[in-house]
Every structure is written in structure tokens, then in C-alpha cells.
């Protein structure tokens, strides 16, 4: 009898979570607008390629807190011409005091100003009205009524397969946010979906959020969202079931293709759609590899495609930029500087320190700092003799002024900005200004 009634108290209890999982689908209060601007006109200050000289970039970190472990940034372009960056931080990644940190770079002086925190675990909680673990993955993109709105990964029950998506909306360029709101992706359970990739904007006014899965399998799947802001539609991407983190790059408001981190087989997945992502072709691995780490994506405005992503098999020690379709183009080598490529990988773990805190002192850190910074790196990727290096989930924009943005995690401990100068013609090395 009492194992009856336990049964019938566990169905009553999963019988009330429907319901009220669908009362508060049909019940949410509508958003603004959630389709991403499209650029449809180059800028006047963009320039064309020159053969046969080098791209030259500028590089500088954005973060500014030493000691933490930092990860997964995004960057959206502000009204002024100023970009806007977020990414967590934390005393390691799924800790309860991880926060979502952003930061601005003048457009005027060409420097980020001190980060500051958007939000954390207990702020999630209160407008979520449910107990939040830890939260991950921020993404920010501009809506087309010029508002501008973050999604937010965050898990309220085990580990990162247990996620949900929050989002939040900014009409003052970021300065304050609205109470945060969940994203409902499945009228049930509403667990594991993620998000890191940008949204994409097609036609009829509509959305698509790229995201993925993680429970029990993973695959990538694709949200439609309406100009109310809610998930209407959510498509499988097919033969992705050991992809993630899908990155969508569309030609025109029908034509898509979408390229996923490749959770075995050591090389970039892709699929495309035809239809303004409705449906998505069979998965294939492309030429690309893949260590199974996260890749960006961006359609310039002169129409070329570019990628960001760690071009080796296995490790994340390379980071470059891949140019599409242009045969003449193999890699342009981001990261490891050019004074270390000479470097093997694993580093001891004095190594790993003077090269850490050779860049660190470069770009103006203290003594202090240093130690503060290198002390994080070593903690998340250093074992009891060994360091990796580790450049990784790149997020790539160009800016209304033609220049390509390029922000990163570094070694765990810094996120790292490259702005690069497309008026010159990549070669296979980047130069550094």
C-alpha cells in the first residue's frame, strides 16, 4: 500500500509539473521583435581586397579581472560604433558564483573599459522563479526595433544536459536589462537546449536560433522564433547526432548553411537548408577538422563567409580563420603568436608561465596580475608536470565600418579581441600592427 501511494503521489507531482509547464506556454507575456538586422548595403568605408599583401590586425584583451576563469564570449556593435562583449566568469566553469560579465571598447579610443557583472545565478532565479545551479553561454545580437537581447544557457538540476535557455532584453544599448524570462523550446520538460552561435535573420520576418541538445544524445537543432519572441518551431538538423554548437551562415533569406563542432570524427560538420531552415540536409563532414571544440561564422558584406575555429583534430592550441569557397586562402593563423609557434605543445609548466606572462606584461598587466592570471590558466590546464595551450569558441562580427572582429577565450583566463583590417588581402599569416 505504501508503494502504491508513492506511485500515485509521484504521477500526481509529474501530472501538476505538465500542467503548469502549459499554462505558463500559452500564458507568457509576448516580446518585441527578435529578428536580427541583416546588412544590406556595404558600407561606404569598406574596402576591396588587394592581392598579395598581409591582413593586419590589432590585438588586445577584454577582460580585466585576474584570477578567474573566464569563457564563451559574444559581441554585438552599438549604436555609437562601440562593440559591446559578454562572456562568464567564475572560479571555474559551473561554479555557483559564475557570473555574465560584459564590457564596452570605445569607438573613439579604441579601448575596453573595466568589465562589469549583467547578471548572475540568484538575479536568473528571482525573475525565473526557480532554483538556477549555474549558468553559462551568454549571446548577444541586436533586434530589428534596435533593442538589444541576450540568451543565456543555465541549469537549474544536474549538469549541462539539463540546460534551458534564458534571455533578457536591453533597450539602452545595455546599460540595464529586463527581469529574465525562459525561453520555452518544448511544452513538457523544457531541458537541454543550448545556445552559442548568433541568431540569423530569414525571410517573413522570422528567426533562427541556432542551439543544441545534449541529453541522453546530441544533435543540433534550429528555433524559429516569431516577432513576439516565441520559439514556434524547433527542427532536428538530420545525421547530426554527434554534432554540437551549430553556427549558421545564410546567403540570402532562403539559403543557410549551418557548420557544427564535431563531437567525433575529427572534422567540421555541415548541413544546409533551402527553405529558410524548415528543413535541413543530411549532415556531412566537410574538409575542415575539428578537435571538438566550438567554431564561429560570419557573412561579410561583400558576401564571403568566413570561419573562426581551431583547425586541428585534436587540441585547441591553433586558433585561424578559414576564407570560404576561395581555394587561394588555406588558413590564417590567429593564435599562437608568431614568436611561439616554435613551441610544442604540451608546455612544462615553466614555460607555460613565461609565455602566458610575456604576453600578459606586453599588454600592460602588473606583476600581480600576472600571477593572478597564470594562476587561473594553470589551474584549469595544467596538470602535475604539463600545461595546454588552449585558444577556443571564437565569435567572429564585422562592424558597419568593415573591419572583422575576432573574440576568444584565452587560455581560460582571458578573453582576448582581434579586430582585423579587411582593406588587405590575407595571406597565410596574419601581421600584427
Not at 55 to 62: G, H, S, T
Not at 335 to 361: F, H, M, T
Not at 369 to 389: E, F, H, N, P
Request: glycine share 6%.
Amino acid at each position: 500500500m505504501e508503494s502504491r501511494n508513492r506511485n500515485l503521489l509521484f504521477a500526481g507531482l509529474v501530472f501538476i509539473a505538465f500542467v503548469a509547464a502549459g499554462y505558463k506556454i500559452f500564458h507568457r507575456t509576448p516580446s518585441s521583435s527578435f529578428a536580427v538586422q541583416t546588412v544590406k548595403a556595404i558600407s561606404s568605408s569598406s574596402k576591396p581586397f588587394n592581392s598579395g599583401q598581409a591582413l593586419r590586425f590589432e590585438a588586445q584583451f577584454v577582460s580585466s579581472v585576474p584570477g578567474k576563469a573566464v569563457h564563451a564570449p559574444s559581441i554585438v556593435e552599438l549604436r555609437d560604433g562601440s562593440l559591446r562583449a559578454v562572456w562568464f566568469s567564475g572560479s571555474r566553469e559551473g561554479a555557483g558564483d559564475v557570473t555574465i560579465q560584459t564590457a564596452v571598447l570605445s569607438k573613439g579610443s579604441q579601448e575596453w573599459a573595466s568589465e562589469s557583472s549583467l547578471f548572475d545565478r540568484i538575479q536568473l532565479q528571482r525573475g525565473l522563479w526557480r532554483y538556477v545551479k549555474k549558468i553559462g553561454n551568454p549571446v548577444i545580437a541586436r533586434a530589428t526595433d534596435g533593442s538589444l537581447h541576450l540568451w543565456m544557457v543555465n541549469v537549474s538540476i544536474g549538469g549541462w544536459a539539463g540546460s534551458a535557455i534564458t534571455w533578457s532584453r536591453s533597450d539602452d544599448e545595455g546599460a540595464t536589462w529586463s527581469t529574465p524570462k525562459r525561453l520555452v523550446t518544448s511544452p513538457f520538460l523544457n531541458i537541454s537546449t543550448l545556445v552559442k552561435a548568433a541568431p540569423v535573420a530569414m525571410t517573413q520576418g522570422q528567426t533562427i536560433l541556432p542551439v543544441y541538445h545534449e541529453f541522453i544524445t546530441k544533435f543540433a537543432e534550429v528555433l524559429r522564433i516569431d516577432s513576439s519572441g516565441r520559439a514556434v518551431d524547433k527542427v532536428r538538423i538530420p545525421g547530426s547526432h554527434t554534432s554540437l554548437q551549430p553556427v549558421i551562415l545564410a546567403s540570402n533569406g532562403q539559403q543557410a548553411q549551418a557548420f557544427m563542432r564535431a563531437t567525433q570524427g575529427g572534422q567540421v560538420i555541415s548541413s544546409s537548408t533551402e527553405d529558410a531552415g524548415l528543413t535541413w540536409a543530411v549532415t556531412a563532414p566537410t574538409a575542415a577538422p575539428n578537435p571538438n571544440s566550438a567554431l564561429a561564422g560570419a557573412v561579410l558584406q561583400d558576401g564571403s563567409r568566413w570561419l573562426a575555429l581551431n583547425p586541428t583534430s585534436t587540441g585547441r592550441e591553433k586558433l585561424a580563420l578559414l576564407k570560404l569557397d576561395d581555394p587561394a586562402i588555406k588558413e590564417i593563423v590567429v593564435e599562437p603568436p608568431e614568436q611561439n609557434k616554435s613551441l610544442v605543445s604540451p608546455l612544462n609548466i615553466k614555460d607555460y608561465a613565461a609565455v602566458l606572462g610575456a604576453e600578459l606584461k606586453a599588454k600592460g598587466a602588473t606583476e600581480v596580475q600576472i600571477q593572478a592570471y597564470v594562476a587561473s590558466a594553470k589551474r584549469q590546464l595544467c596538470g602535475d608536470t604539463q600545461c595546454a595551450q588552449e585558444f577556443s569558441y571564437p565569435f567572429l562580427l564585422q562592424t558597419r565600418d568593415g573591419y572583422l572582429h575576432l573574440v576568444y577565450t584565452w587560455h581560460r583566463t582571458r578573453i582576448k579581441h582581434v579586430r582585423f583590417d579587411l582593406s588587405l588581402t590575407p595571406s597565410n599569416q596574419v601581421k600584427a600592427q
